[in-house]
C-alpha cells in the first residue's frame, strides 16, 4: 500500500495557476502510475492527467489540454499538476491515485488514494 497526500489547492481567480502536489511514502512510489483526478459537486470523479513510472503523461481531458501538465520527480516521491489559465470549471477536489504498471482512465483501477486538495476558482 502506498499513502498518497495531496497539498496545493487553493481559492484562485480565473486565468491564475496553481500547482498541485502528491507526495507518496515508500520505494515502490517510483514503480508506480501516479493519476490526477479531479470531483465537481453533484459530478463524478473524472480522470484528468497521469504519468507512469517511465514518465510518460497522458491526458485523460480534453479541456486542460494545453494547460496542465504533469510531471514526477522520484528522488521527492512526488507528482505535481501544474494547472495554468485556471476556469470556474476547473474547480473541484483533486485527487491523486497509484496504481501498478500503466495509466489507465478508470478510477476502479487505482489502488491507493489521497485524501484530495480543493480547488476553488472564482470567475
Known amino acids: 500500500q502506498l499513502q498518497l497526500v495531496e497539498s496545493g489547492g487553493g481559492l484562485v481567480h480565473a486565468g491564475e495557476s496553481l500547482t498541485l502536489s502528491c507526495v507518496g511514502a515508500g520505494s515502490v512510489f517510483e514503480t508506480k502510475a501516479i493519476g490526477w483526478f479531479r470531483q465537481a459537486p453533484g459530478k463524478e470523479r473524472e480522470a484528468v492527467l497521469c504519468i507512469s513510472s517511465s514518465h510518460h503523461d497522458t491526458n485523460y481531458a480534453d479541456s486542460v489540454e494545453g494547460r496542465f501538465t504533469i510531471y514526477r520527480n522520484n528522488a521527492h516521491n512526488t507528482v505535481y499538476l501544474e494547472m495554468n489559465s485556471l476556469k470556474p470549471e476547473d474547480a473541484g477536489n483533486y485527487y491523486c491515485?497509484?496504481?501498478?504498471?500503466?495509466?489507465?482512465?478508470?478510477?476502479?483501477?487505482?489502488?491507493?488514494w489521497g485524501q484530495g486538495t480543493q480547488v476553488t476558482v472564482s470567475s
Open positions: 491515485a497509484s496504481r501498478r504498471g500503466y495509466c489507465w482512465p478508470n478510477a476502479d483501477r487505482y489502488d491507493d
